[in-house]
């Protein structure tokens, strides 16, 4: 090998290496696009309206943040208000699941009371989990300094995007051969209709979720419906994953009342979760980007392992971004243009 082909391959390693060092930073940047290109779609709509656009960028970021500050106050106030009482009633209530436990077992013999068996003693280590759960949930809230710097860094880089995203955009296709750029500039307005795409689908099932939700948990008499219901819409952000997280607070202030509360807070979640699995997906994504369920759930397991947990919460965009990208580039100037090729 010769002595250019050993330094282009250092160079490469070194720039992997420097690219890995700062992955976050990377992810904060990518989530500024996201959000810059579905705002600029807002801010272009306002200015065919005959808005100017620097108005238009500060309304639209201005309603941004209003509704994030109208989320955080409906969600994080009444769950901390409560946490101290929940904590310290939950055993009362897993107490009281377990004596009926005990008792069913009572009525039911054979395999069945073995099963109950094994769900009594379930319930008997729910209490460190749930005590350890809310732990790691408080330290994650604790932890709010690192918090408020990523997201003021992603506001400035968003506000910078949308202020010249056409200087932004002709300075990221300087970085590939002349021959190929007006391809990249194809594939980059490609990207923006899928992420606008996906994000009006994941909006309209957020708002959803959060009214059925809400009307659900009110009709059982759950305490802060609202908070839960808002709760639930926000988790919708991260399939999989969020569904089962927001059903823990709801199912935990349910138990305080009685058990029955609990489970049939669990079932409530369930059948809304089958509706937005079986209705509203199907018929939001048929107009929109359309993601398989596997691919799905193993980009969120890949990212996360990768990148923490904004990969996990940014998993959705990545993979539009790279659907798009496997589509256009190996697909069709890679593979079909193989395929022209061997035939020829």
Known sequence: MRLGH?????ALVLSLYILWKIRQVLLLAFTAVVLATVLNQLVKRLERGGIHRGFGIVLSVTTVLILFAILVALIIPPFFDQLPQLINAIPQGLDQLRVSF??????IPGQAEDNVGILTRLTQQLPDFISQLFGNFYGLFTNSIE??????????VTIMLLASPRSYRRAFLLIFPRFYRRRVDKILSECEIALTGWLIGILFNMTVIAVLSGLG???????????????AGLLTF???LGPTLSVIPPAALALLDAPWKALAVVGLYVLIQQVESNVLTPLVMRHQVSLLPAVTLLSQLAFSIFFGFMGLLLALPLLVVAQVCLKEVLVEDVMNDWEESTEN
């Open 147 to 156: 918090i408020i710097l990523s997201l003021l860094l992603v506001l400035v």
């Open 217 to 231: 948990l009110w009709f059982l008499g759950v305490p802060l419906p609202l908070a839960n219901a808002s709760l």
């Open 6 to 10: 050993w330094v282009g391959f250092l």
């Open 102 to 107: 005990e008792r069913l077992s009572e009525r």
């Open 238 to 240: 991260i399939p999989n």
